[in-house]
């Protein structure tokens, strides 16, 4: 008998993306159009991304007004709109497995980015905005960094680059800096006798992301400060690559494969050694947490860096519950308005850093539960700008209403959009710093 929905909790199926069929395009068409008569039938996710109006406008404006009016040359303009948010997958869909309909929308996109991706490449821009470790080694190189971020904040050259590159002309984008994070925290590694608490060893080791090496080195240093004021013994992981997750969604499975390579025999090590792990990143965990995992379902050394690593404020909250982490504040914060980034939500683990924050006497967390539109290279690109801008209407609207003195998100690209749109002057600023200031260290 079929169900009209899901009452057990979801559960995933490992990525086949090794097998023949995966790649089969006939199969593919066949998948998305059972999908997607699905979805016609719901609806109920049409507020979360542009996939879904997109979808919807299709079916309404064909000549059956069901899926079977659609061109399947016309799929790829679904494909298109969906960043991987896997927001449709964890809080909308109601027939997601065990589910027997087996709907997983995110990861048949990400097949059918793959396909496209294998058959037809990208742009040169789409290879440059996900190369984000070449980028940012090249944009951190002394004096090439100032001119780099010269020239991103003149609307003249940006107005040019829209037109010769694709990078909207509003769209914010990060500064580069020479002294990288791990130039910042090269020397405030400090000895510490790590305490073993629940499921923490007590020693963890900071898988420091593009983003924070190369546009947020400062959070290295808050990062140190916090844990270190809470004795936890804290270290960079001495080698990493990017974690894949742009390559991913791209569709670009090789670069994904190639970054697995470099970066699981160092974190595999590191735990092998008594190391949790952690990253200042939401989509950086989860790439660990989730989706290398679901690629990777039988290897070893995929599994163990997954089970060993945490959210940052998933951490700390673990610690707290038993009593060893350090509420000695000596600042309220007032307001905050918290923007909860997707990647981060989709972890299942709750809201740690609002928990976290709430902790701090005469601070209030307000957390904004909706998806900024950023999400990697979306929110810009020419092309796509606007609808990022669109989906981050209900976020930016709540962040105007209530005008507090901190804006703050795990996300950074996520906050500075959102910054960007919104009224307020305030910088955003990562919750780490937010935690940091509060124990006024």
Partial sequence: MIREGSLEAPT???IAWQTEE??????????????????????????????????FDLVDESETMEVDGIDKADYSKVVDQ????????????????????????????????????????ASFRD?????????????????IDITVNTLNGNKTFRKAFQGAFGVHVDAPVPKYHAKTLRKTVKSMARPITPKPVGKTTGKVALYATCYGNYNSPNL????????QHNEIQ???????????????????????????????????KLVDEGYDLIAPVPSCVLMYKQELPLMYPDDEDVIKVKNAFFDPFEYLFLRHKEAEFNTD??????????????????QNIGMKSRDILALIPDTIVHPHERCSGHDGTYAVKKETYDKAVKIARPVVRKVDQLKAEHLAS?????????????????????????????YAI
């Fill in 22 to 55: 995966f790649w089969d395009k006939t199969n593919l068409d066949a998948e998305l159009e059972r999908v997607y008569d699905i979805c016609h039938g719901c609806r109920r996710c049409v507020s979360l991304c542009d996939s879904f109006p997109t979808l």
């Fill in 127 to 143: 290879k440059v905005l996900t190369s984000t470790d070449k980028v940012g080694k090249l944009a951190t190189i002394p004096l």
């Fill in 329 to 346: 504040f000596k600042a309220g914060l007032d307001n905050i308005s918290y923007h909860v980034a997707c990647h981060l939500r989709v």
């Fill in 410 to 438: 795990d996300c950074p690209m996520a906050a500075a959009h959102i910054a960007n749109l919104a009224e307020t002057n305030e910088k955003p600023e990562h919750p780490m710093t937010l935690l940091r200031k509060a």
């Fill in 82 to 121: 969906c960043y991987l948010c896997d927001m449709c997958y964890m809080s909308k869909c109601p027939y997601v497995p065990p589910h027997e309909w087996d709907v997983d929308f995110p990861h048949l996109m990400l097949r059918a980015k793959a396909l496209k991706f294998k058959e037809q490449g």
């Fill in 220 to 227: 290295g240093e808050d990062f140190y400060r916090v844990f």
């Fill in 234 to 268: 804290i270290e960079l992981v001495p080698k990493e690559k990017c974690c894949g997750m742009p390559k991913l969604e791209l569709g670009d499975f090789d670069s994904v494969d190639r970054a697995r390579q470099v970066n699981i025999p160092v974190l595999a």
């Fill in 12 to 14: 995933r199926h490992p």
